[in-house]
């Protein structure tokens, strides 16, 4: 149809390649690739830089892509499979520049090896729409026609079918087996032997060429050469989206979408992967109300603990330390106190004692008889001492040493008798 010159563009000071229709190529198809290429514009599609006629001639001048083809890199190491890493990046790239061209309606129906080139950086790139198909409208091909490279063709079109998306896709998942095995699924000496496996014969399993290769890509493998287009991951994009899915690896199968109704259908997720997801946020909540319900519990503890807990005895650090008289339990003194207080007497404090655990030592508190000034009134004391009275000891069994605090004179207000520790 064509050669292909490498050339210096004098304008721009830049490397090009020239392509350069063939005095017996069809023009009208030639004028189609143009026009196919110059509706692209995607980091993984070659670059049409120009496009006219010299000397009778039509030309296109495109992007220099000096890293060579797929092809060049899986004949290096034939029969040994590429890495698996270069393997992946590989077809996502080309997957990618499917994706632009499916979104824009172009069908290249020739992918292959030799029409992925690389450029200086090492990425991949599609050229050569010669034969691509754009949007519904006629194509220059009579129907029944098989066209197209017969190592790459998709079963529709072995059979004379119009070729779509999913055809690419097809092509993309051959050259995926053989850069993960390092042979083609269908050999053989005549082309037409070739596009009949393609139509009728299933494919080889990746597995049984080669156990070691990775489950992911074999799946998409699997996928990918499906003899029903519907069968196939639907276009460029839901490829590239199978390819990226990092949990597809953990997955014993991918349901692919069954229809190619847009450029960006995705892969639908593998039905353990969205058990999983939608088993998260249950168990979260579970784990949020097993907390919440731990913490009330433990506040419930807390506060029964706290009320069946004996009153612990309560020191006064501001009055001087006096007899205690009863516990709660306790039956109360039968003698009422008398309502007033002789001038001679003076109030005593009721501390309540609760019993002391037995490593607890025993203190002694004396307190000395003081004459306190008259009072008018107070509330019933606990008990009464007289002022001609000796000095009491007496012996109180708490929880930890009382000291002996220096008695004060009380002045002459109308105070109420303190219980402390006491129910009030």
């Not at 082309?191 to 890509?217: F, G, Q, S």
């Not at 004396?366 to 107070?378: C, F, G, N, S, Y």
């Amino acid at each position: 149809m064509s050669t292909v010159w490498l050339a210096d563009d004098a304008e721009l000071g830049r490397r090009v390649a020239v392509k350069i229709l063939g005095p017996d190529a069809a023009r009208e198809r030639f004028e189609r690739e143009a026009r196919a290429a110059a509706a692209l514009s995607h980091p993984h599609i070659c670059q049409l830089y120009d496009y006219g006629t010299a000397g009778g001639s039509a030309y296109m001048v495109l992007e220099h892509l000096p890293g060579g083809t797929l092809e060049d890199r899986l004949r290096a190491v034939e029969p040994d499979p590429l890495p698996d890493a270069d393997t992946l990046r590989i077809a996502a790239e080309v997957a990618a520049g499917l994706a632009h061209a499916h979104d824009r309606g172009l069908v290249h129906r020739d992918l292959k090896p030799a029409n992925v080139l690389f450029d200086a950086e090492g990425r991949a790139k599609i050229a050569d729409f010669g034969i691509a198909r754009i949007g519904a409208g006629g194509t220059l091909t009579e129907a029944g026609t098989v066209l197209g490279t017969a190592s790459y063709l998709s079963p529709e079109q072995a059979a004379g079918l119009p070729a779509g998306p999913a055809s690419d896709v097809y092509s993309c998942g051959v050259m995926l087996f053989r850069m993960l095995t390092g042979r083609l699924p269908f050999a053989g000496a005549q082309a037409m032997e070739i596009v009949r496996m393609h139509r009728d014969d299933p494919p080889p399993a990746v597995a049984e060429l080669r156990p070691d290769a990775p489950a992911r890509l074999e799946r998409m493998v699997d996928a990918a050469l499906a003899k029903e287009p519907s069968a196939r991951p639907a276009d460029g994009a839901a490829l590239l989206a199978a390819l990226r899915d990092r949990d597809a690896g953990t997955t014993a199968t991918t349901v692919l979408a069954p229809e190619a109704t847009a450029a960006t259908q995705m892969v639908a997720a593998s039905p353990s992967s969205d058990r999983r997801r939608r088993s998260t946020i249950p168990l979260a909540l579970g784990v949020l109300l097993l907390l919440v319900g731990a913490g009330f519990g433990l506040a419930f503890l807390a506060t029964r603990e706290s009320d069946d807990a004996p009153p612990q005895p309560a020191i006064p650090l501001t009055l001087p330390p006096v007899v205690p008289t009863s516990s709660p339990e306790e039956t109360p003194p039968e003698t009422e106190p008398e309502p007033t207080v002789p001038a001679t007497t003076r109030p005593e404090t009721t501390v309540e004692a609760t019993t002391a655990p037995p490593e607890s030592t025993q203190a002694t508190t004396t307190r000395p008889a003081t004459t306190a000034p008259p009072a008018t009134t107070a509330p019933p004391p606990a008990t009464t001492a007289p002022a001609t009275t000796a000095p009491a000891t007496t012996t109180v069994e708490v929880p930890t040493t009382v000291e002996t605090l220096p008695t004060t004179a009380i002045p002459t207000v109308e105070t109420p008798v303190t219980t402390i520790g006491g129910t009030g």
